[in-house]
């Protein structure tokens, strides 16, 4: 059990400066002065879905969500083991 416990705690490390890095790389959700001109819909706007910044917000989401469960999972570990 305790081998478990040391390769779930190396695994949140990792998942924990890679959810830092992750939200680090991401554009800012504030559209600027181009929101009062219409430039938000771009077709960089349109499409951000398929873009990099889409890519990065997917990986932040299910990245996010594979933390909250590691950590539920050592929170368990620790009070049985």
Known sequence: MEILRIILTVIFIVMCIALTVLVLMQEGKD???????????????????????????????????GFMVVAVILNITRIWG
Do not use: H, P, Q
Request: net charge positive; proline share 0%.
């Open 31 to 65: 559209a600027g002065l181009g929101a009062i001109a219409g430039g938000a819909e771009t077709y960089w706007g349109k499409n951000k879905g398929r873009s990099m910044e889409g890519l990065l917000v997917k990986i932040t989401k299910w990245l996010a969500i």
